[in-house]
């Protein structure tokens, strides 16, 4: 959301200032510091800019018939049928204009706490009822099938006003990254039963972390003045720019009849083909198990995916303890103090506390066909492979390094499409901590197109993994090597800049 003139004037001049006072790196630093302000206050909705609720309801809103049309092919499950009905009372009116920029928002009304339900009353309120799904009633797969299939059947009866809202369509998503994740997910079906266009997606920050909406413009919290915000919001994702973003396919394998609690993001699969160009370190079971899924900020393993295993355990077993982001985050503190994050039990073997002992890992680079074996630092207890400029409510621990930093090291510089992961290391909660402030930068190990990790199991019988914030305990053999492969998928998402 725009700020005020006077605001960016100020700011630009003070910046000037004090860049003629100070050392560049001291500048760095007042400069995020004053951006992080501004984000606040427009997080907050003070903004000068008064969008009037009526003809925002015209760029947005659908005709009636056709918003019924989506909404009965969605309960009955049955586009053709939908389709058929009304069309055909279409047929008998006068045929109606699409609107400038027809929107769909899906909310996830169990996230935010108690923002949720009231912002999906305030959403049908500014646009319609038929136009805005509470994602415990309406599943997105559902609408992608049923009520664009609608739209599409439509439109190829010579409905021109079908047409255009399925092509001109913009979605926005009321949720955290999970959330919005699943929506891409679903939304990816379109390209591979090639039912383009795809409809670009914008946020409404409604999670604990909510990396994506910052890393696309959209906040990193649901605003203090969230009724005109949500106003604003929705008119500047009419004409918003649209962005890429890189996703990216895991596949874990492992020895059969291991019980894995896989979480939403990652579903059984039959076929379960591994890069034969690489050798394994362990031995290989004659049948295996194979999960795969879909991530679009990180991948971890390791100790951070232990507490946020537990912290996941802890808010399903007691609900009532998390009725917030900052409540969320305040648990997860205090659960991470007593999981060895910040001090190893004594009990433990010490030669056991590194991920060394249980992971081998290779990457590809871009352009590149051959497996590279990275070494894995002996001090890191947790490896995040990061997709976003984001992490963990809005740090950035791969930080900014210098050209020629970047050049020493072979890497460059991050984007969200670049087709590479940034693979970094956290050695202990301290470490993590001083990460997390952005004092330090994590430990830099790689960055990768394709990278497959190796656990051998030892001494531990399990190891914990996450993805986008969805952790799980994964099972380990001593006589069989499991296996995680992640590689990005061919297909880019559409996103919506709210910048």
């Known amino acids: 959301m725009d700020s005020p003139t006077s605001t960016a004037t100020t700011t630009t001049a003070v910046e000037s200032s004090t860049a003629a006072a100070v050392d560049s790196s001291t500048t760095t630093r ?64 006068v045929p109606e204009d699409a609107p400038q920029c027809p929107m769909v928002v899906f909310v996830n009304s169990k996230s935010g706490g108690r923002h949720g339900p009231v912002l999906k009353e305030r959403l049908q309120q500014l646009i319609s009822e038929e136009q805005v799904f509470d994602l415990s009633d309406v599943k997105p797969h559902e609408f992608v099938r049923h009520g664009l299939g609608c739209l599409e059947k439509m439109a190829i009866l010579g409905d021109l006003c079908a047409k255009e809202c399925r092509e001109k369509m913009r979605i926005m998503v009321a949720g955290g990254d999970g959330t919005v994740g699943w929506i891409l997910g679903s939304l990816a079906e379109l390209l591979k039963e090639a039912r383009q266009p795809v409809p670009p997606v914008g946020i409404i ?61 990652l579903k059984a699969t039959e076929e379960c083909l591994l890069d034969q160009d690489l050798e394994v370190e362990g031995r290989l079971p004659e049948k295996m198990a194979c999960y795969e899924g879909v991530f679009y900020n990180y991948f971890s393993i390791g100790m951070d995916a232990q507490v946020a295993y537990g912290f996941h355990h802890l808010r399903n077993e007691k609900p009532y303890l998390a009725q917030g982001p900052i409540a969320n985050k305040l648990i997860y503190s205090g ?30 680079k871009v352009n590149c066909s051959e497996w590279e074996q990275i070494p894995v630092p002996k001090s890191v207890r947790a490896i995040v492979c990061l997709n976003l400029h984001n992490y963990g409510s809005g740090r950035n621990p791969w930080g900014n390094p210098t050209a020629d930093y970047l050049e020493k090291r072979g890497f460059v510089e991050a984007h969200v499409d670049d087709g590479l992961l940034e693979i970094f290391g956290l050695k202990q909660g301290w470490h993590a901590s001083f990460v997390m402030v952005e004092l330090i930068s994590a430990k830099h190990i790689a960055q990768a197109a394709a990278i497959r990790l190796e656990m051998r199991g030892g001494e531990w019988r399990d190891s914990f993994l996450q993805m986008d914030g969805e952790p799980w305990k994964q099972p380990m053999s001593r006589e069989y090597s499991s296996f995680v492969e992640i590689r990005r998928v061919p297909h880019q998402s559409v996103m919506i800049s709210g910048e």
């Open 205 to 265: 920050p409604l999670g604990t972390g909510n990396d994506l909406s910052r890393s696309f413009g959209w906040g990193g919290s649901f605003p203090f003045a969230w009724k005109s915000a949500v106003k604003r919001s929705l008119d500047r994702a009419v004409a918003g720019p649209l962005c890429r973003l890189d996703s990216w396919q895991v596949v874990v394998s492992m020895a059969e009849g291991q019980v894995v609690d896989a979480p939403y993001s």
């Open 335 to 364: 659960y991470s103090c007593t999981q060895g994050w910040f001090l190893t039990p004594c009990i433990n073997d010490p030669s056991l506390r590194g991920l060394k002992n249980i992971l081998r890992m290779h990457i590809k």
């Open 30 to 93: 007042i400069v995020a510091s004053r951006s992080s302000v501004i984000d606040s206050l427009r997080g907050c909705g003070l903004s000068g800019v008064r969008i009037d609720k009526e003809v925002l309801r015209k760029k947005l809103v659908m005709p009636e018939y056709l918003r019924r049309a989506v909404v009965d092919a969605i309960r009955s499950k049955d586009a053709a049928e939908a389709c058929d009905r009304h069309h055909n009372s279409a047929e008998l009116k």
